[in-house]
């Protein structure tokens, strides 16, 4: 029943080691996002993909990073992980880029780092 | 750009109570507006949207939401709370692109027994 699934759903790294979370989905929906959500705050768009085209929020530091190659599958990848990268990172799809079209989220992974 | 805030960091209601969670927001145009729930442990679930007609909105699991433009409000409200509802509620605003869309920061819902 599953739709968005990541693994893992706890994650461990060192200051600075680089690390790869994982999504996948079973929606076969276009667009995926990668969302950051650290404590007590509200969730923070990092970057999306529509298909193969990958869209970087502004904000987003160089740090992360994210590969989607194929419909189902989506990473992110952060480089050197800081402190202030501690958080529960989430991911979702919709089908479209519309509002109308709903985003599904999968449980996310919370990210340790020590 | 737009924005969001929810008032209520945290509020506890006890079980069969009426429940309402307040969010406001910053929008120049007309919004998209979106409540989440997220349970312990679970990605946030869509439990209702507005887009444009009746202002009254009606979701999954007993929740409505209100959109009213003059106060610039869509607060959520249910009837009669259950043990279940107790997790984290998120509001959100967008234009028509998902993602140019912002959460709040969420209210957490305790229900007392």
């Known amino acids: 029943d599953a739709m968005v699934i990541q693994n893992p759903r706890y994650q461990v790294t060192q200051f600075g080691k680089p690390v790869t979370l994982s999504c996948s989905q079973t929606?076969?929906?276009?667009?995926m996002y990668w969302y950051q959500q650290k404590s007590s705050q509200a969730p923070k768009l990092l970057f999306h993909?529509?298909?193969?085209?990958?869209?970087n929020e502004a904000d987003t530091p160089d740090n992360f990073q994210s590969r989607r190659p194929n419909t189902s599958f989506c990473f992110l990848d952060i480089r050197s992980p800081g402190l202030g990268d501690a958080a529960m990172y989430l991911c979702?799809?919709?089908?479209?880029?519309?509002?109308?079209?709903?985003?599904?989220f999968g449980p996310g992974t919370r990210l340790t780092v020590l | 750009a737009q924005s969001v805030t929810q008032p209520d960091i945290h509020i506890t209601v006890s079980e069969g109570a009426s429940l309402e969670l307040r969010c406001n927001y910053s929008?120049?145009?007309?919004?998209?507006l979106f409540w989440y729930v997220q349970s312990p442990g679970q990605g946030l679930q869509l439990l209702l949207k507005?887009?444009?007609?009746?202002?009254l909105v009606q979701g999954i699991k007993g929740f409505e939401a209100e959109f009213k433009r003059s106060q610039s409000s869509f607060n959520l409200r249910k009837p009669s709370v259950h043990w279940s509802d107790a997790a984290e509620y998120f509001c959100?605003?967008?234009?028509?692109?998902?993602?140019?869309?912002?959460f709040g920061a969420g209210t957490r819902l305790t229900v007392k027994p």
């Open positions: 979702a799809t919709s089908s479209g880029l519309s509002s109308t079209d709903t985003q599904y």
């Open positions: 929606l076969n929906h276009n667009v």
């Open positions: 993909y529509y298909d193969k085209d990958f869209n």
């Open positions: 929008y120049g145009a007309t919004p998209y």
């Open positions: 507005y887009f444009s007609g009746d202002t």
């Open positions: 959100a605003v967008g234009p028509y692109n998902n993602n140019d869309m912002r």
